[in-house]
């Protein structure tokens, strides 16, 4: 039997999950799952569908591939499940992933090897292949830049996502104030992304103003 990427189960409860991110940016520790006891069952089959396809088993984390799906109700798998609080994050000691029915390994563990396969250190693998390779490449040549290793929420891996669909951060609010205050938050964030993309537009081709 073939092994089959990104499925496993929570060790206390033995029940199944599918790992959304092995890592997550600043808490390497620690890894996104939705267990699937409890889905839907269009949902519960849509995402198994999507873990056996082949997008599902290049994805180098699972939620890329849940940001170009959607459920049979037209919605976003990624943005469907953190809408509905069925993300759950959880400690990588805690999970065990299960790529055969034979074989199993802790999370924590796949993590390190994975890393020192890699040659970067566990909390650099929430940086995407791509990313780390163009790191190397930079350190090689002498060039100073910075490549930041956090992310303003789990499904950006670096802050060269910022071109991708943003879906926020799995979190629950005390009061309206409070979601409020969160919503500003991430508008600013915005803001300021926008503004950076403008003035790297203009250094790159400057407005031609209309006389």
Do not use: W
């Amino acid at each position: 039997m073939a092994e089959i990427k990104h499925v496993g189960r929570i060790v206390t409860t033995r029940k199944k999950c599918i790992v959304v991110y092995r890592t997550l940016p600043g808490e390497s520790s620690s890894c996104l799952i939705v267990p699937t006891e409890h889905l839907p069952d269009s949902y519960h089959d849509s995402i198994i569908n999507l873990v056996e396809s082949n997008a599902g088993q290049t994805a180098y984390e699972f939620a890329e591939a849940m940001t170009r799906m959607t459920f049979p109700d037209g919605s976003t798998m990624l943005a469907a499940l953190h809408s509905q609080k069925r993300l759950v994050k959880v400690p990588t000691n805690q999970v065990e992933m299960t790529p055969t029915l034979q074989a199993s390994i802790l999370l924590s563990e796949l993590n390190q090897i994975i890393a020192e396969q890699r040659g970067v250190t566990v909390d650099e693998l929430s940086i995407r292949p791509t990313e780390q390779r163009d790191k190397a490449e930079v350190k090689e040549v002498g060039t100073v830049q910075q490549v930041p290793a956090t992310a303003s929420d789990v499904t950006r891996t670096t802050s060269g996502s910022v071109n991708e669909p943003e879906v926020a951060t799995p979190v629950s609010f005390d009061s309206p104030e409070a979601e409020a205050k969160h919503y500003r938050s991430q508008a600013d964030k915005l803001a300021k992304q926008a503004a950076e993309m403008r003035r790297k537009a203009e250094d790159l081709v400057p407005t031609k103003k209309v006389k």
